[in-house]
Nanobody, 120 residues
Framework: QVHLVQSTGGSVQAGESMKLSCRAT????????MGWFRQAPGKEREVVAT???????YYVDSVKGRFTISRDYSKTTLYLEMDGLKPEDTAMYYC??????????????WGHGTQVTVSS
């Protein structure tokens, strides 16, 4: 069984940076597509960024130019580098993995979530 283990989040000031990681463990721990999602209180979960094994990347408009998604060479660890953080980035962040193309949105495995809080 595959698990996604996320790094600890934290609290930062607006304008600062934070890097999240998500490591896939267990049998069959390689996904074709991996992504980051977030959910703020009272809001629906939204996709933040996705990356597939061919290197195709997607970002939601609100994070373009500030966030960078990447995977390590083994493609078992996913990262999200967040620069220029804003209070509106405050949310619970989740990673997820899929065995199919990212745009199919067939997310089978999810991380446990990590809280990111940005204060002004």
């Amino acid at each position: 069984q595959v698990h996604l283990v996320q790094s600890t989040g934290g609290s930062v000031q607006a304008g600062e940076s934070m890097k999240l990681s998500c490591r896939a463990t267990g049998y069959g721990n390689k996904f074709y597509c991996m992504g980051w999602f977030r959910q703020a209180p009272g809001k629906e979960r939204e996709v933040v960024a996705t990356i597939d094994s061919d290197g195709k990347i997607y970002y939601v408009d609100s994070v373009k130019g500030r966030f960078t998604i990447s995977r390590d060479y083994s493609k078992t660890t996913l990262y999200l580098e967040m620069d220029g953080l804003k209070p509106e980035d405050t949310a619970m962040y989740y990673c997820a993995g899929s065995s199919v193309a990212c745009d199919v949105s067939d997310w089978r495995v999810w991380g446990h979530g990590t809280q990111v809080t940005v204060s002004s």
